[in-house]
């Protein structure tokens, strides 16, 4: 905790935003410290505690979930319905890595989430939209339809949008 402090305190310091790999195999309280050093993202979070999950309630910080690494792991998922719940901003991404999470597939990880990590379809369009702009300090010109935004947006072949999760990894 005290080297990522002195790392990310640098990199701070040097002007640079942060994100922090955070709790992830064990809890090491760096979802507090991310909050504290004001990063941009708490990633993984599947160790989290309680007092980490108060931490990012209270914060501009984004916690980023991954729930292909815990598919992969064969681990318990990082607590959303928890994190939802204490009102901290929850993204949703793939953490494409060859280690613990090799997909690129984000509708197929958005089935992960709504079966085994308890979010609503409202809660899963905002972590791939604004919520996942949030996590990288692009919510400014990305993450919503809107006037003045830019405007990144694909159209799908379904009617609704909790079809892009239904069909698993189609």
Same mark, same amino acid.
């Given at each position: 905790?005290?080297e990522g402090?002195?790392?990310?305190?640098?990199?701070k310091s040097?002007?640079?935003?942060?994100?922090?790999?955070?709790?992830?195999?064990?809890?090491?309280?760096?979802?507090?410290?991310?909050?504290?050093?004001?990063?941009?993202?708490?990633?993984? !979070?599947?160790?989290?505690?309680?007092?980490? #999950? @108060? =931490? %990012?309630?209270?914060?501009? &910080?984004? /916690?980023? $979930?991954?729930?292909?690494?815990?598919?992969?792991?064969?681990?318990?998922?990082?607590?959303?319905?928890?994190?939802?719940?204490?009102?901290?901003?929850v993204a949703?991404?793939?953490?494409?890595?060859?280690?613990?999470?090799?997909? !690129?597939?984000?509708?197929?990880?958005?089935? #992960? @989430? =709504? %079966?085994?990590?308890?979010? &609503?379809? /409202?809660? $899963?369009?905002?972590?791939?939209?604004?919520?996942?702009?949030?996590?990288?300090?692009?919510?400014?010109?990305?993450?919503?339809?809107?006037?003045?935004?830019?405007?990144?947006?694909?159209?799908?072949?379904?009617?609704?949008?909790?079809?892009?999760?239904?069909?698993?990894?189609?």
């Open positions: 905790l005290e402090r002195r790392i990310l305190s640098a990199a040097l002007g640079l935003k942060t994100k922090v790999h955070a709790d992830e195999l064990s809890n090491t309280e760096s979802a507090s410290l991310a909050v504290e050093l004001g990063a941009l993202s708490a990633d993984h !979070l599947l160790k989290i505690s309680d007092s980490g #999950i @108060a =931490a %990012l309630s209270k914060s501009e &910080t984004t /916690a980023v $979930l991954l729930p292909g690494t815990a598919f992969y792991l064969k681990a318990p998922h990082a607590p959303a319905r928890k994190l939802l719940d204490s009102g901290a901003r949703i991404s793939t953490d494409f890595n060859p280690g613990t999470s090799m997909t !690129l597939n984000l509708p197929a990880v958005l089935t #992960i @989430a =709504a %079966l085994y990590l308890g979010m &609503t379809r /409202a809660e $899963l369009f905002a972590s791939v939209t604004y919520n996942a702009a949030r996590a990288l300090d692009l919510h400014a010109r990305k993450g919503t339809l809107e006037a003045g935004m830019d405007a990144d947006f694909f159209v799908l072949p379904f009617a609704r949008f909790e079809e892009l999760y239904y069909r698993f990894a189609w």
